[in-house]
């Protein structure tokens, strides 16, 4: 990737969009300069401002989280519940039908959504299908969906975990009622 400044001359129209890794790579370049009218050149690609690289990133993230849904929904069309599988406290979705969930899962908002007080990705509750590794940012994506849900959960978020030392990590759960009484 060669980044160029801009001629005035008419840009073609693409067939294809360059993987997204290269399109990040091309987008931090033009910001590292602050010369907002360089244009990134590939040989296969031809050249590209960095509007129309950041909207070729925005399609591509859409793209995949759309694909995430898809995936979600026909691992959903596969799974069996079992009622005497769950255990409190989640009994109370006993009586959530499968169609209701499918149908959580098609209107979600997949963009920036507010857990448990933090902005997250929404498309990352998706993860909790099937047998996928969860990363960090799912499991606290999962952690503060369950504060939030349930009241009497308390959760402190691990990326706390290397800032504090034991009595403060000890006095915060305190506080949240994780060990029973302050300490």
């Keep these: 990737m060669l980044v160029t400044k801009r001629w005035k001359r008419k840009l073609r129209r693409y067939k294809q969009i360059p993987q997204l890794d290269k399109i990040y790579e091309a987008i931090n370049t033009i910001k590292t300069t602050s010369n907002y009218n360089l244009l990134a050149q590939w040989s296969d690609y031809g050249s590209i401002t960095l509007d129309q690289l950041q909207a070729m990133a925005d399609i591509i993230e859409a793209r995949n989280q759309f694909l995430l849904v898809e995936f979600t929904m026909a691992w959903m069309d596969r799974v069996e519940w079992h009622i005497s599988a769950l255990t409190g406290p989640f009994k109370d979705t006993c009586d959530v ?7 959580a899962v098609q209107t979600m908002n997949l963009g920036t ?10 498309h990352v ?3 909790f299908r099937e047998d996928l590794w969860l990363h960090t940012t799912s499991v606290i994506t999962g952690m503060m969906t369950l504060k939030d849900t349930y009241p009497n959960v308390g959760v402190i978020n691990p990326s706390y975990h ?3 030392g034991i009595s403060q990590k000890k006095r915060t ?6 060990l029973g009484h302050a300490e």
């Design 97 to 103: 039908t499968k169609r209701a969930y499918k149908e």
């Design 113 to 122: 959504v507010r857990i448990g007080g933090e902005l997250m990705a929404g």
């Design 125 to 127: 509750q998706l993860d």
């Design 162 to 164: 290397d800032l504090a």
């Design 173 to 178: 759960a305190g506080g949240l009622g994780g």
